[in-house]
């Protein structure tokens, strides 16, 4: 009687799932961001929002949670029922915060990705007190003098921090952590001299690299920064053994165990929205790069950075302010 259940059960459940799609959405979406308005995941969220909207029959309401890098709104997200009506648009600092606080949540074991909307990269960068001209000259100077150099970030946990403790572990470079509470505090330190290097969030360093308070030594993409085309990745200088390449990304998630047929209504909608020219165009004054990834690649991606981040920072002890 058990062998015959089951494919009963699978039949009988075919019709609701097919309703489940077809009657998809039947009120306002939400799409929560845990950051505070106004800031890029914000402007980005109402934009996507307002086109999905019109696509969908259905108002998506943009709902800010910040507070803790992220943490509160994500988990907050993962807790949601899992119909749809609860999306979380974040960015990867929601993929690093469970192995460096206490969290109830891991992205690619309580989240679906729906798709990745853009990215952006970090770019290395010392004082122009120091005679480097590339990030080869400063990761053996490194290398030859332990604990000389020092390198300065946004605090313990922070996307500064992990890249650099990234770079440290690729190359060897013996660099001395000296933690701020802010990029702007970063960025003083290395226009002054007190601290020697950083590695921070491109957007936030372009302007101090125009203007020659800082110099920029490689950045961490596959390619090259549109925004900074004359300065090589890390991977061209040939300096990390095996590669270097690190962007920060936008990606919009629902809880898992979201059905199917919903999954691929928002990775629909979601995917002819990042079509928009309008989209394209703020995503460009925003300085971030439209995403080319599918949504399965996406996925992959997501577990492979959430492995490689656990392995590092469980090995390093790193833990948040």
Known sequence: MRIKFFPLLLAAMLPLTAAVAQDYPKQPIR???PFTPSGGTDIVARLLGQKMSAAMGQPILVENRPGAG???GTEYVAASPPDGYTVLLSSSSSLTIPYLRKA?????RDFT???QVGIGTFALVVSPKLPFKTAGEFIAAAKANPGKYSYASAGSGSAGHLALELLRSKTGADLVHVPYKSSGEVANSIISGQVDASIDILTIEKGFIDNGQVRALATTGIARDPTLPQVPTLNETGAVPGGYDLTYW?????PAKTPAPVVKRLQHEFETAMKDPEILAR???????PSTMTAAQFKENVQTEAAMWKKLIGEKGIRAD
């Not at 109830?104 to 690619?108: G, T, V």
């Not at 995503?283 to 790069?289: A, E, F, G, N, V």
């Open 113 to 115: 990705p729906i798709g």
């Open 31 to 33: 799409f929560v961001v």
């Open 70 to 72: 992220s943490q509160i």
């Open 104 to 108: 109830s949540f891991e992205l690619p």
């Open 283 to 289: 995503l460009k004054t925003l300085q971030i790069q």
């Open 250 to 254: 936008y990606g919009l998630f629902v």
